[in-house]
């Protein structure tokens, strides 16, 4: 399968915890990367593989994987982690890169 | 640091060839443990994974089926910096194009609009 499924949308009360979903055959063999967004900007790593942040990368970023399903969780989420939320992975036959359709996060 | 810096005219003509280029610092586009990537971005594809290209003892290059035919990636070690290359393009090619790299698209570019318009 080539398809990374996101909710468009989330919110979260500030300081709270929030989970962001991602959804694919693809991810029963491959890990997802998160990657986040800003307006005008271009997309950030923010964690990758099993469960790894990049340098810089505050550690209330974490990622988790089960099944078909990778999850992005913020715990404490910020004002500043407002943003628009990618995942990506490998297509299951492994020959192409492939990205979920995103979703927004709203941090109330 | 790695960094990524894009460049190429922000417009194109229909029918004609869409050319950027990325140039890199703080590694080599000859690396063995990299790949080099073009991603674009529009409302209506969201982001869409192009292809890569990337030297293990020799160049492989890979494309996304979307673009498989009208696309081709080079590299260029004596600049240190690659290629996107996307012809016959039409206005639903307009978008903004990234450069990123491999591992897990660490590290992008800025990012160039380019408007597919005569």
């Known amino acids: 399968s080539s398809e990374l499924t996101q909710d468009p949308a989330v919110s979260v009360a500030l300081g709270q915890t929030v989970r962001i979903t991602c959804q694919g055959d693809?991810?029963?063999?491959?890990?997802a990367n998160w990657y986040q967004q800003k307006p005008g900007q271009a997309p950030v790593l923010v964690t990758y593989?099993?469960?790894n942040r990049p340098s810089g990368i505050p550690d209330r970023f974490s990622g988790s994987s089960s099944g078909n399903t990778a999850s992005l969780t913020i715990t404490g989420a910020q004002a500043e982690d407002e943003a628009d939320y990618y995942c990506?992975?490998?297509?299951?036959?492994?020959?192409?890169?492939?990205f979920g359709g995103g979703t927004k996060l709203t941090v109330l | 640091q790695v960094q990524l810096q894009q460049s190429g005219p922000g417009l194109v003509k229909p029918s004609q060839t869409l050319s950027l280029t990325c140039a890199i610092s703080g590694d080599s586009v000859s690396s063995n443990r990299a790949a080099w990537n073009w991603i674009r971005q529009s409302p209506s594809r969201g982001l869409e994974w192009l292809g890569r290209?990337?030297?293990?003892?020799?160049?492989?290059?890979e494309y996304a089926e979307s673009v498989k035919g009208r696309v081709t990636m080079k590299s260029d070690t004596s600049k240190n910096h690659f290629s996107l290359q996307l012809n016959s393009v039409t206005p639903e090619d307009t978008a903004i194009y990234y450069c990123?790299?491999?591992?897990?698209?660490?590290?992008w570019g800025q990012g160039t609009l380019v408007t597919v318009s005569s």
């Open positions: 990123a790299r491999d591992p897990n698209l660490d590290y």
């Open positions: 693809s991810l029963r063999s491959y890990y």
């Open positions: 290209t990337y030297y293990r003892s020799k160049w492989y290059n």
């Open positions: 593989g099993k469960n």
């Open positions: 990506n992975s490998r297509d299951s036959s492994d020959n192409y890169v492939i």
